[in-house]
C-alpha cells in the first residue's frame, strides 16, 4: 500500500515570498492533517480535514496561512508571506475514519528554510 | 501547565538496559493515548498505542493511569536501533467532528554499546 507523498522534499525561500506544500494521503482516508514540526520540538497540528471540510483550524496562522482539500483527497498548504519563524518541517498525516483510535500515518515531510 | 509534558533527556543507556518514560497530560477529557518513535530527520511512526488496561508489545511496554493523568513507556533489553525519539501523544475530542492529536515535545534515546 503507498504511503502518504508530499511534494517538494526541501524547499528555501527568502522571508515575504510565497510558498506551496503538496500532500497526497493514503488511498480512502478520509481523515488528513497538517503538522508543523520546528527542530526539538513535537509536531503541532496546524489543520485537520474531515473529507473535504475543516474540522480544527484553531491554530493554523490564517493571516499568511491557508490549507485546502478540494475534493477531499489532495491537499495544499500555502504560506504566504513566510517568515524566518516559519522554518520548520510541514508534515502531512493521514487515518482512515473518525474513530480517536486509529493509527495515523506521516508522510515524509517538507522541510522549509526561510532565509 | 503544557498539554502533553516529557522529559527530553537524552536518555543515554546501554545496550540490555531497561529505561523507563514518562507523559503527563493536562487534558482529563482526552480519549486515547499513543507512543509514536521518530528517527533523525524521519517522520513520527506508531509504536504503540496505549491501553487502559495496559498493553504490552514485545521488549515494550506502555501503561496509562487516568488518575494521575500519565502514560509510562518501558523498554527492556534494550537494543542501539532502539535509539530514536519517543513521542507522546494523547487525542482530544473537539468541537466538531473530529480528534485532535497533541503530541509531547519528545523524550530522547540513546543507546550506546
Known amino acids: 500500500e503507498a504511503g502518504v507523498a508530499q511534494s517538494p522534499r526541501y524547499k528555501i525561500i527568502e522571508k515575504r515570498q510565497s510558498v506551496a506544500f503538496w500532500c497526497n494521503p493514503i488511498?480512502?482516508?478520509?481523515?488528513l492533517y497538517w503538522y508543523q514540526q520546528i527542530l526539538g520540538q513535537g509536531p503541532k497540528l496546524l489543520i485537520q480535514?474531515?473529507?473535504?471540510?475543516?474540522?480544527?483550524d484553531s491554530q493554523l496562522p490564517k493571516d499568511r496561512f491557508s490549507a485546502e482539500r478540494l475534493k477531499g483527497v489532495d491537499s495544499t498548504l500555502k504560506i504566504q508571506p513566510a517568515k524566518l519563524e516559519d522554518s520548520a518541517v510541514y508534515l502531512c498525516?493521514?487515518?482512515?475514519?473518525?474513530?480517536?483510535?486509529?493509527?495515523?500515518?506521516f508522510g515524509p515531510g517538507t522541510r522549509l528554510t526561510v532565509l | 501547565r503544557k498539554e502533553v509534558e516529557q522529559d527530553p533527556g537524552p536518555f543515554n543507556v546501554p545496550e540490555g538496559a531497561t529505561v523507563a518514560f514518562n507523559c503527563t497530560y493536562s487534558?482529563?477529557?482526552?480519549?486515547?493515548f499513543f507512543w509514536y518513535r521518530q528517527d533523525c530527520r524521519k517522520e513520527p511512526k506508531l509504536l504503540m498505542s496505549?491501553?487502559?488496561s495496559g498493553n504490552e508489545d514485545g521488549r515494550f511496554t506502555a501503561q496509562l493511569n487516568r488518575a494521575s493523568q500519565y502514560i509510562s513507556l518501558l523498554i527492556r533489553d534494550s537494543k542501539l536501533s532502539d535509539s530514536a525519539t519517543y513521542l507522546c501523544?494523547?487525542?482530544?475530542?473537539?468541537?466538531?467532528?473530529?480528534?485532535?492529536?497533541?503530541f509531547g515535545k519528545g523524550t530522547r534515546l540513546l543507546v550506546k554499546p
Open positions: 498525516a493521514s487515518k482512515p475514519g473518525q474513530s480517536s483510535y486509529n493509527e495515523q500515518f
Open positions: 488511498s480512502g482516508h478520509a481523515t
Open positions: 480535514f474531515q473529507n473535504n471540510g475543516v474540522v480544527d
Open positions: 487534558n482529563s477529557a482526552s480519549q486515547s
Open positions: 496505549v491501553y487502559s
Open positions: 501523544v494523547v487525542n482530544i475530542a473537539g468541537e466538531g467532528q473530529g480528534f485532535s492529536f497533541i
